[in-house]
């Protein structure tokens, strides 16, 4: 945690004043963090309202979180020079940002937020929050796949972490992981003679893609806090 995330340096910053004088405005209780009145100089979160006396310094945020299908075809950026960029699908008045990846290539499940919290909370290594696809390959799959598939691969200088793959039918399989490396299912397949022919993410965490079709959504910011 920084000083720039703590009141003081909002308050010097907004209302231009020495972090003395800011502190004192603290102490005596003249601030509300989201309604409430703080006497310590506390840390703040960027969609939180901080009020001074009866001024509104910043209003409050409203925060979204919203599961996307994201269709094959689409790159998972914002930046509108690049072509068939997410944002120019996107039905969505405020600005949104994608949480992980999905290559353009693949099409399911993308967690859009206006929270910078739950991008740090998704992406930590230490997370390991699950993400669950359906892989679908170009010859039938075997027993001595799924087993290596599971124990991990050496992909870009690294061996991939365990994890759980299961056959659903020849083809065809699913698999959880606790990475994000990049085009990491793709490059395993590939280092065991097997071309991906569709990559869908069902699943990240608790949050399900359950009936979405391309380009629909759907609003989970009850699930969000167990992420």
Same mark, same amino acid.
């Given at each position: 945690?920084?000083? #720039?995330? $703590? ?5 010097? /910053?907004? &209302?231009?004043?020495?972090? /003395? ?10 601030? #509300? ?20 006396? @009866?001024?509104?310094? #910043?209003?409050e945020k409203?925060?979204? =979180?919203?599961?996307? =299908? ?14 068939d960029n ?5 039905? +969505?008045? @405020? ?5 992980? !990846? ?7 499940? &993308?967690? &859009? ?10 992406? !930590? ?19 001595? +796949? ?19 793959? @299961? ?13 994000g490396l990049? !085009?990491?299912?793709? $490059? ?5 003679? =097997? ?20 380009? @629909? =959504? ?10």
């Amino acid at each position: 945690m920084t000083f #720039r995330n $703590r009141l003081q340096y909002f308050l010097v /910053k907004r &209302l231009q004043i020495s972090n /003395k004088k800011a502190l004192e405005l603290i102490t005596l209780g003249e601030c #509300r963090v989201a309604g409430k009145q703080v006497f310590e100089n506390v840390e703040i979160q960027a969609f939180q309202e901080i009020v001074w006396k @009866e001024e509104i310094l #910043r209003e409050e945020k409203k925060l979204h =979180y919203i599961a996307f =299908y994201k269709p094959v075809g689409i790159e998972t950026t914002l930046n509108q020079t690049i072509p068939d960029n997410l944002q120019a699908i996107l039905p +969505f008045e @405020e600005k949104l940002f994608p949480v992980g !990846r999905l290559d353009k290539a693949s099409e399911g499940l &993308l967690l &859009l937020t206006n929270d910078g919290r739950l991008f740090d909370k998704t992406l !930590r290594k230490e997370h390991q929050t699950e993400k669950e696809y359906i892989v679908t390959v170009d010859k039938p799959i075997t027993e001595s +796949f799924i087993l290596q598939m599971s124990s991990g691969i050496t992909i870009m200088g690294q061996t991939t972490l365990p994890c759980s793959v @299961e056959a659903l039918d020849e083809h065809t399989f699913s698999i959880i992981l606790v990475q994000g490396l990049n !085009r990491q299912i793709r $490059r395993m397949c590939y280092k065991l003679d =097997y071309e991906v022919l569709s990559l869908k993410r069902i699943r990240i965490d608790q949050i399900h893609l359950g009936d979405l079709q391309p380009n @629909e =959504y759907k609003k989970v910011g009850e699930f969000i806090g167990e992420l």
